[in-house]
């Protein structure tokens, strides 16, 4: 579970360190793998599934806040 944990936090780290660095291209691609590390740290009961819901969201949003 402490891997799994990693892996989420670390995939949305990475993602929020993209966007600030304003390679939007990139989190664009790199958006698919933070739902796919939070779908599956949600299925395996890591996370809740409104919580994965929640972060999902909010990746989204940073994402196209930066592309205005």
Request: cysteine-free; aromatic content about 4%; proline content about 0%.
């Amino acid at each position: 579970n402490i891997k799994k944990i990693l892996v989420y936090k670390s995939s949305v780290k990475s993602f929020k360190k993209l966007v600030a660095e304003g390679k939007k291209d990139e989190a664009k691609k790199m958006l698919s793998k933070v739902y796919q590390t939070l779908d599956k740290a949600a299925k395996s009961g890591v996370i809740k599934k409104n919580k994965a819901s929640r972060l999902k969201s909010n990746t989204t949003l940073l994402l196209q806040k930066t592309a205005k």
